[in-house]
T-cell receptor, first 117, second 119 residues
Framework: KAGVTQTPRYLIKTRGQQVTLSCSPI?????VSWYQQTPGQGLQFLFE???????NKGNFPGRFSGRQFSNSRSEMNVSTLELGDSALYLC????????????????FGPGTRLTVL | DQQVKQNSPSLSVQEGRISILNCDYT??????FLWYKKYPAEGPTFLIS?????DKNEDGRFTVFLNKSAKHLSLHIVPSQPGDSAVYFC??????????????????FGKGTKLSVKP
């Protein structure tokens, strides 16, 4: 079974630009979560999508947005980029439904390394 | 305020010995805990998890212990191998908390412990 894939793997942008990152979850997984990893803050939750709806959102400004398509693929968008947005952006997928423990195990993609100059 | 803390940024262990990685949490609503391993330039890899209704879960060389009263969990790796050298993250989730909008997709991570296993 193919794992979580993220594109692109590396991206360089300048301040003020906007960027769109893409994530394809494991087949059959309906939940996609996005995280930002920086050396100072560690892994921080951005938002989660399930069945094309945002179910939960972390403490990030409105410049960070996302969406999920009917095939569970997800995109994350960051507008008006700032230097502090430079980070590794990770996408994770899980089954996402029900209360069985396996539903909560999240599987991560390799990440997109975003550098803002 | 950090809800999940890994107080040891690094740990060095001899091959064949036990590695013990610790994690503390503050939010009593957390009811599901996971450990991930991360190599540089890769996403975290799921290792093992434990529900709050249990106090121990074992999978091969990896065992996770949960002490709810102390809000503490630990990951034991026995025996440690050089290939275990990586950064280990503890994560927690409040699956049934209305504060999280009933969502199970929000994992709170610790800042990680870098494990080095020496041959």
């Amino acid at each position: 079974k193919a794992g979580v894939t993220q594109t692109p793997r590396y991206l360089i942008k300048t301040r003020g630009q906007q960027v769109t990152l893409s994530c394809s979850p494991i087949s059959g997984h309906r939940s996609v979560s996005w995280y930002q990893q920086t050396p100072g803050q560690g892994l921080q939750f951005l938002f989660e999508y399930f069945s094309e709806t945002q179910r939960n959102k972390g403490n990030f400004p409105g410049r960070f947005s996302g969406r999920q398509f009917s095939n569970s693929r997800s995109e994350m968008n960051v507008s008006t980029l700032e230097l502090g947005d430079s980070a590794l952006y990770l996408c994770a997928s899980s089954l996402g439904g029900g209360l069985k423990d396996l539903s909560y195990e999240q599987f991560f993609g390799p990440g997109t390394r975003l550098t803002v100059l | 305020d950090q809800q999940v803390k890994q107080n040891s940024p690094s740990l060095s262990v001899q091959e064949g010995r036990i590695s013990i990685l610790n994690c503390d949490y503050t939010n009593s609503m957390f009811d599901y805990f996971l450990w991930y391993k991360k190599y540089p330039a890769e996403g975290p890899t799921f290792l093992i998890s434990i529900s709050s209704i249990k106090d121990k879960n074992e999978d091969g060389r990896f065992t996770v212990f949960l002490n709810k009263s102390a809000k503490h969990l630990s990951l034991h790796i026995v025996p440690s191998q050089p290939g275990d050298s990586a950064v280990y993250f503890c994560a927690a989730s409040a699956r049934n908390s209305m504060n999280y909008g009933g969502s199970q997709g929000n994992l709170i991570f610790g800042k990680g412990t870098k494990l080095s296993v020496k041959p």
